[in-house]
């Protein structure tokens, strides 16, 4: 049976209300990147990064997943063989009934200690108070990957790309790096979809993508119920 990837970014939760960072109504307009999303930022000025990701907290738990994130879930529930690796740091594709999902950017939904990548604990409400610690004892944080740092779900993201025979590629403009990385490790038999309504940077991609210029609330939807995916 098929091995399906969906490869989610900002374009899918834009639909949802969510602001992004890279459209020019994005986020970046009002926050400089040195200011909020770094791990100078987060050494020099913790408390602004924590108000910042407060606020991004609080719009997601306000959001709802949309018709995008409800038609993937729908497709990874019938279907046994697909995963979801998402750029995005919200929970709309998990509250949309998604089970398998890989997060490139960390879960705003999450903390973590700022000495350990991997001492994560899940938050409830939208508003950290700065100072909280980890049960270890260290800072908690954002559990977010801040511009510059590694990104540790890249692995398991590759290692899942390899096995894919189909990849739907939805709301990215594969600017982002490493994520847009993903596709050199297709293998060649592998089919690629694109959904976007404006014109993503495929150039690079030394194999046929077919872009489907909609967006993804319209687009996905009548992708995942052509009969290549039932």
Same mark, same amino acid.
């Given at each position: 049976?098929?091995?399906?990837?969906?490869?989610?970014?900002?374009?899918?939760?834009?639909?949802?209300?969510?602001?992004?960072?890279?459209?020019?109504?994005?986020?970046?307009?009002?926050?400089?990147?040195?200011?909020?999303?770094?791990?100078?930022?987060?050494?020099?000025?913790?408390?602004?990064?924590?108000?910042?990701?407060?606020?991004?907290?609080?719009?997601?738990?306000?959001?709802?997943?949309?018709?995008?994130?409800?038609?993937?879930?729908?497709?990874?529930?019938?279907?046994?063989?697909?995963?979801?690796?998402?750029?995005?740091?919200?929970?709309?594709?998990?509250?949309?009934?998604?089970? #398998? =999902?890989?997060?490139?950017?960390?879960?705003?939904?999450? !903390?973590? *200690?700022?000495?350990?990548?991997?001492? /994560?604990? +899940?938050?409830?409400?939208?508003?950290?108070?700065?100072?909280?610690?980890?049960?270890?004892?260290?800072?908690?944080?954002?559990?977010?990957?801040?511009?510059?740092?590694?990104?540790?779900?890249?692995?398991?993201?590759?290692?899942?790309?390899?096995?894919?025979?189909?990849?739907?590629?939805?709301?990215?403009?594969? #600017? =982002?790096?490493?994520?847009?990385?993903?596709?050199?490790? !297709?293998? *060649?038999?592998?089919?690629?979809?694109? /959904?976007? +309504?404006?014109?993503?940077?495929?150039?690079?991609?030394?194999?046929?993508?077919?872009?489907?210029?909609?967006?993804?609330?319209?687009?996905?939807?009548?992708?995942?119920?052509?009969?290549?995916?039932?």
């Amino acid at each position: 049976m098929s091995h399906i990837v969906i490869f989610t970014g900002a374009g899918v939760s834009s639909e949802s209300g969510l602001s992004t960072f890279r459209d020019s109504d994005g986020l970046w307009n009002n926050y400089r990147i040195e200011d909020v999303c770094t791990h100078t930022a987060w050494l020099t000025q913790p408390k602004v990064c924590v108000d910042f990701y407060n606020q991004r907290r609080k719009d997601v738990l306000a959001a709802q997943p949309n018709a995008a994130h409800i038609a993937i879930a729908q497709l990874q529930q019938r279907h046994p063989h697909c995963t979801i690796i998402t750029q995005n740091i919200d929970d709309l594709h998990e509250r949309a009934g998604a089970t #398998n =999902v890989i997060h490139l950017h960390g879960e705003i939904t999450k !903390l973590r *200690a700022e000495n350990d990548a991997n001492a /994560i604990i +899940p938050f409830n409400g939208w508003e950290q108070q700065y100072g909280e610690r980890h049960p270890n004892g260290h800072l908690l944080r954002p559990h977010v990957v801040f511009f510059g740092e590694d990104v540790p779900n890249m692995i398991p993201a590759v290692e899942v790309t390899q096995q894919a025979d189909i990849m739907v590629v939805v709301g990215t403009s594969l #600017n =982002v790096y490493p994520a847009a990385m993903l596709l050199h490790y !297709l293998p *060649a038999k592998a089919s690629v979809f694109l /959904i976007d +309504p404006g014109s993503p940077n495929i150039q690079g991609f030394a194999r046929p993508i077919t872009h489907i210029s909609k967006t993804a609330t319209l687009g996905v939807p009548e992708l995942l119920d052509s009969p290549l995916f039932r």
